[in-house]
């Protein structure tokens, strides 16, 4: 198959009121992939009317949803490994967030003036293509250097319905698991995001969650408490080993 035709696929999502079983089935179609038909990855936008609150309740039911969808079809479960409020504001390579062989990113990105782009890079069909499998490809392709990022651009996908004035949701498969037909896992993708114009006077607020798959009855990493702080919480960190100079909101 040509590597664009999978981009082609319809991943960008609308949410609509009542429509919470039907959104989770399509974006767990799209995103929790184990081969390469699907593109790995989804947006779901859910407009610019909701307050942040709600926007964050919504990415846990939407989880809670594909939790339950995932338990009917593996018998396994979906939990949380981790749940924090940043304000990105970096450029990135195309890379993997640190996590185990099978899990997705849901990212839930607020209203923001600080213009970006995000791409996703299709780097586990890249390897299946080349023989390889996604973590020989990135022992020998890393695309943090030129050659990995220049094998990569034909899988490269620039999400084009991005709104940087809507509350919407992403979600990346993050996963390193080599395909198989017959054990099926995860198919993971990179991603990336270039930042136009960073100001440091404005915020780009990404609610960043990272869920796994995990035996039936595993509890998520993140405790209820810490749950309930990501949903309702004010604060923003802004404050990284690069940006010693911000304060947290
Ligand atoms: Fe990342």
């Known amino acids: 198959m040509n590597p664009q035709t999978s981009s082609q696929t319809n991943f960008c999502l609308r949410w609509k009121p009542g429509d919470g079983q039907a959104l989770a089935l399509e974006v767990y179609a799209l995103t929790c992939r184990t081969d390469f038909d699907a593109p790995g990855f989804c947006l779901v936008n859910l407009g610019s009317t909701i307050d942040s609150v709600t926007f964050r309740q919504r990415m846990v039911e939407l989880k809670q949803a594909m939790a339950a969808i995932h338990e009917s079809r593996t018998g396994d479960t979906l939990v949380y490994l981790s749940a924090g409020r940043f304000d990105q504001q970096e450029t990135t390579k195309p890379h993997l967030d640190a996590g185990p062989e099978e899990c997705f990113l849901m990212l839930g990105y607020e209203p923001s003036l600080v213009e970006a782009e995000v791409e996703i890079c299709d780097y586990a069909k890249c ?4 023989g390889l499998s996604p973590q020989e490809f990135m022992a020998k392709h890393n695309p943090m250097f030129c050659t990995g990022y220049e094998m990569l651009r034909p899988y490269s996908t620039r999400i084009p319905c991005f709104s940087p004035s809507d509350y919407q949701i992403i979600c990346i498969n993050n996963s390193s698991a080599a395909y198989s037909a017959t054990n099926p896992k995860w198919q993971g993708t990179m991603h990336t995001a270039t930042i136009l114009a960073p100001d440091e006077s404005q915020r780009r607020v990404i609610n960043s969650t990272m869920i796994a798959t995990a035996p039936a009855g595993s509890d998520d990493r993140v405790t209820a408490a810490d749950l309930d702080e990501f949903m309702h ?13 911000l304060e947290d909101d």
Request: hydrophobic share 25%; aromatic share 12%.
């Open 127 to 130: 390897a299946f293509e080349l």
């Open 233 to 245: 919480t004010s604060q923003v960190r802004r404050r990284g080993y690069d940006k010693q100079h």
